[in-house]
């Protein structure tokens, strides 16, 4: 009987958008740009005061050169005055800015900003989002109760330093995320109840808690579960301190961005300075930025070592700046270690560069050693667990798949073709898959293989599938 | 009539009293009719009174769909389980061909049975179709009346001048002729 409920939707009334509740209405509003947000308010009389009350304001400001028209500047700003005007009895739950000035027109700007955060302070937000690329150089944040998530990204131009002053009356603060700020690491005890922490090119930051005595801020974060360390171009390390601080606060998601450095060796220190350091870890993220090293595999498998409790794995490689040779696989006997609880990984490889400077093996080599590295954790490693490969590849790099043909159909593995571009030849090894394990991700732009080649790829693979097995489920 | 089967039934009537007979599991994808159900104070057949019945046949799709997903996904590598990409582009396409007043009805539906995912999906398209339009062409893709004066009109759009405004660009360039 469910059959019948099958039929198309046929036009209906008329009276539509009036019947809406309001707070539907307010919440599609809140997803416009603030232009478009303030034209609705012609629209009837019904819509002419909605926007003075959406849960969320979004504004845009872009100072660029070639708007260098003072005048001009100084109206985009006054706007944003008068918005707040309206708003003054409302409470706002989400507040975003991104304000950019480049040409350094607007003078008002650090005077007008300080007022604007004062009234949002005054609103009871929950979401506060900025993103500064501005003459403002430090930032005191008022008190707000409310606040779960803080997210600063500055842009700061040169080596101007910009600091954040003060994060104590953030008391709900579940969720800061930090790019480009300093701050005095301190201020962290007064977060509660803080679970992630992101701090993304904080350099001053990173090499204190890396380096400085300051360890003892991340004791009191008991409830943070999620770091983010990205600190591209930072060189030092202390290695001891960031496994202490992983065990100390039971970190379970731990992003980590390494660069100019010999990775081994840094495992090695790790190891050295404690037994299991990422004994509670279920979620490691490693993107290597142009990373020097070749035996990022035995490295790896160092790492991992170390994660007994690890559920999902992320790699992504980047080697643009890569120069050396070509063994990356471990010689020796690896050592042995499990992981029961692995079941996703995801591998990046991202050659866009180095595919004009290097001849088709070296290309190749780090996907397969990549691949490698997979096989053995699960060949050797892996009780029963399936894997669920995402072998996201960026356009232009392998020739060939990342896996064999047996190999993926051994594993259970699902294969994402992300940006990857294949020829026709290169699904010839993993014909015997599951058709529908194979997805194709974004931009399939080959000219030799487009979405039609795939189409035939996958109505062959299910050909053969269909013959192999007797349970077809499509 | 089904009662022995091994799938509990749930019976909704709509406005304008079609009688669906669906799945518990389905239908307490609406969390609604799953508060409802699990207070046991629902009646033999549910009546959702502001809910046409070719508007709840789409909201019952969306509902089996979920169920399909979820069905499997306690466990890992289930083929039936979408990537964010896969997802997007599904409601893409239950959204698709759906016009505005349709569209008001299922937010309002959707709304009423509290199913978060099919209310987002209906806002995404919302948002779509209102962004970048100017309020005339607001008022035309949902048969709103302009009910200002021409001069309470221009009061408005003179207290917030800006955003009615071309960018100055263009003004810049058409002046420069």
Known sequence: MEEKLKCVVPNSREDGIRELPETVLLHILSYLPIKDLIRTSIVAKQWRNLWKSVPSLKFNISLCTRESNKQYSEKKLDFVDKVFKCRDSFALPEFHLSYSDTGKVGTSFPRRFKVWIEVVARLKPRLVDLYLRSPLRSLQLPTMEALEMLKLRVHNIGYETFNLKSLSGLHSLKILKLEGVDFCLGELSDLPILEELHLRYCHFVASFILEGPNIFVFDKLSSLSNLVLDNRFSRSFGVDKLSKIIAGCSVNTFFWSCTYIVWSALVEELHASVATPFANLKSLFLPFYCCYCDDYVESVIYLLQSCPKLEKLVIKFEARRHHGKNECFPTKDPPKFALPSLWEIEVAHDGKDEIQCCDGYHDNFRIWGTADCLHYIRSDHLSESPIRLRSAITKGCPRRPPLSRRRCRDAGLSLVFEGYVPTAGSFSEISALDPEMCVMGSSPTSEKFGIEEFKLFKDNCKANWSRKTKTNNY | ?177
């Open chain 2, 1 to 177: 009539m089904s009662e022995s089967t091994e799938k509990k039934m749930v019976r909704l009537r709509s406005s304008d009293g079609e009688v669906f007979e669906v799945e518990e599991s389905v239908a307490k994808v609406a969390k609604t009719l799953q508060d409802m159900l699990e207070e046991d104070c629902a009646d033999a057949v549910i009546p959702i009174t502001c809910v046409r019945a070719p508007i709840l046949t789409k909201v019952i799709d969306y509902c089996k769909d979920q169920v399909m997903i979820s069905s499997s996904s306690s466990t890992t590598n289930n083929p039936n389980e979408r990537t964010e990409q896969e997802r997007k582009a599904w409601g893409q396409k239950f959204m698709e061909g759906v016009d505005s007043s349709t569209l008001c009805e299922l937010l309002v539906a959707s709304n009423f049975l509290n199913i978060e995912g099919l209310l987002n999906l209906g806002v995404d398209k919302m948002v779509s179709m209102i962004q970048g339009k100017y309020p005339q062409e607001i008022r035309d893709m949902f048969n709103v009346v302009n009910d200002f004066t021409p001069e309470e009109e221009e009061e408005i759009r003179n207290q917030n001048a800006w955003a009615f405004e071309r960018d100055p660009y263009y003004k810049k360039r058409s002046s420069s002729k």
